[in-house]
């Protein structure tokens, strides 16, 4: 449940049919692939996951998540794309 948890959060999934996907295709983080029989008893699972533990690693994984936000370098060839890059916003 810890590695389901944590890579919706740290992948962005939108929805446990992405989760089961994934977990079935490649597997998630430490979990290799696995076959989950359906997306309800994924849903049931993670009803039970009591919340603090949920609180606690939802917020472990934003604070790695903040921290990785370092400015990517830019080649200096290619600094003027990326500030109008940056400028740019979108609707």
Same mark, same amino acid.
Not at 40 to 49: G, H, I, M
Not at 54 to 80: G, M
């Given at each position: 449940?810890?590695?389901?948890?944590?890579?919706l959060?740290y992948?962005?999934?939108?929805?446990l049919?992405?989760? %089961?996907?994934?977990l079935? #295709? =490649?597997? !998630?983080?430490?979990v290799?692939a696995?076959?989950?029989?359906r997306?309800?008893?994924? +849903?049931?699972?993670?009803?039970?996951?009591?919340?603090?533990?949920?609180?606690? %690693?939802?917020?472990?994984? #934003? =604070?790695? !998540?903040?921290?990785?936000?370092?400015?990517?370098e830019?080649?200096?060839?290619?600094? +003027?794309?990326a500030?109008?890059?940056?400028?740019?916003?979108y609707?």
């Amino acid at each position: 449940m810890a590695a389901i948890v944590l890579s919706l959060v740290y992948r962005q999934i939108n929805y446990l049919t992405d989760v %089961l996907r994934c977990l079935e #295709i =490649e597997g !998630l983080l430490w979990v290799e692939a696995m076959s989950v029989s359906r997306q309800e008893a994924l +849903s049931q699972r993670l009803e039970s996951l009591p919340a603090k533990l949920f609180i606690k %690693l939802y917020e472990q994984v #934003i =604070e790695r !998540l903040v921290a990785k936000k370092n400015p990517i370098e830019v080649d200096p060839r290619w600094s +003027s794309v990326a500030d109008m890059n940056s400028s740019v916003q979108y609707g």
